[in-house]
């Protein structure tokens, strides 16, 4: 079982004092998977099938087969020339995360401990329920989880089985586990902060935290796993409450926009609002769907294309195994 639980309190954020949380040099991103599933139309067939999307995932059993995974490998240079290393996520399917770690060298980096910490961005499924890829190369691992995650989340990491879902992670989490609770900024290294944004959303799961990165006379970068806070507020908090955040040097994640279908009205809107915050590059993938990357296009916005290898949704999206680099 996790070995120690320590509860992180934040630095309150105040109007007109924006927190400062040092600089690094760059910051470098690997779509090590960008593919929560395979199938939408199966997805969405399976949580209708389990209650919809107002029932608690845990209770729900889905087709494996059609599982794989949200995850990044995120790398920190620092002023001082030493390296962070950050997993973003722990995907889904425990066979198919462990293939992309291979593919991606993340294996060797788990298992020779180069991996600094595994950041949860939140508890769904696709992020979450391949936590044993990751624990079977690096059970003592450091995790930074949200202080809201459930009950459940916290039996599974300690090694929990749930016979009504089917899951059983077998590999037991034996390092650090620290809650990052919501109501400010955690300054987590030189120049990286976290924030923890506390709210429902689908399958009964409450709270998601994402990254900042103030890279130093570029301006910030924000990474989200799949930013169920909205990506305005996302960007918001930052302007708002954070050193340098009126310059914002680039987007990266999963952005929640339009991720089971066609795009409503407000989703169109929340795209066109990106323009004025002015990024200079933006890699979208995972839960940003094919018809508001084609509207971020049509507006002329920054984009960074993917390879389309290893099974990726296609160019548009910043796939499996490409590389971003801010700046």
């Known amino acids: ?60 059993r889905f087709d494996y087969d059609n599982a794989a995974g949200s995850c990044s490998l995120v790398e920190v240079e620092g002023l001082n020339g030493k390296m962070i290393r950050i997993l973003l996520d722990a995907g889904w399917n425990r066979d198919y995360m462990a293939e992309r770690f291979r593919a991606t060298g993340v ?29 079977s190369l690096a059970p003592e691992i450091t995790i930074l989880a949200p202080g809201t995650l ?11 089985s749930f016979l009504q879902a089917g899951i059983t992670n077998r590999t037991p989490h034996r390092g650090k586990l620290v809650l990052l609770l919501p109501g400010g900024v955690h300054r ?4 990286v902060a976290s924030v923890t944004f506390d709210m429902p959303f689908w399958l009964d ?23 169920h806070q909205g990506v305005i507020n996302l960007v918001d908090y930052a302007v708002d409450n ?20 066609p795009m409503t009205d407000e989703q169109r809107e929340t795209v066109k609002a990106l323009a004025k915050y002015g990024f200079r590059k933006i890699a979208a993938n995972h839960c940003t769907g094919a018809p508001a990357i084609a509207l971020m296009h049509e507006l002329g916005y920054p984009m960074v ?6 099974g990726s949704q296609g160019i548009d999206h910043v796939g499996n195994g490409d590389t971003v680099r801010f700046p």
């Open 1 to 60: 079982m996790t070995a120690s639980i320590e509860e992180r309190q934040p630095t309150p954020c105040q109007p007109g004092h924006p927190i400062a949380f040092g600089a690094c040099r760059a910051v470098t991103v690997t779509s090590v998977s960008e593919i929560g599933w395979r199938d939408t139309g199966k997805l969405i067939e399976d949580i209708e099938a389990n209650g919809g999307p107002s029932a608690c995932q845990w209770g729900m």
């Open 107 to 135: 294996d060797r980096m788990l298992t020779s401990g180069e991996i600094d910490f595994l950041y949860l961005s939140h508890e769904h499924l696709d992020h979450f329920w391949g936590i044993e890829a990751v624990l």
């Open 150 to 160: 459930s009950e459940e989340a916290m039996a599974w990491l300690a090694g929990g």
């Open 188 to 191: 987590l290294a030189e120049g």
């Open 205 to 227: 799961i409450r709270g998601e935290q994402s990254l900042y990165f103030n890279v130093a006379e570029e301006g910030l970068v924000c990474v989200a796993g799949c930013c």
């Open 242 to 261: 954070l050193e340098g955040g009126k310059n914002l040097c680039g987007l990266f994640g999963g952005l929640h926009i339009a991720p089971l279908g």
């Open 305 to 310: 294309a993917g390879s389309g290898k290893d």
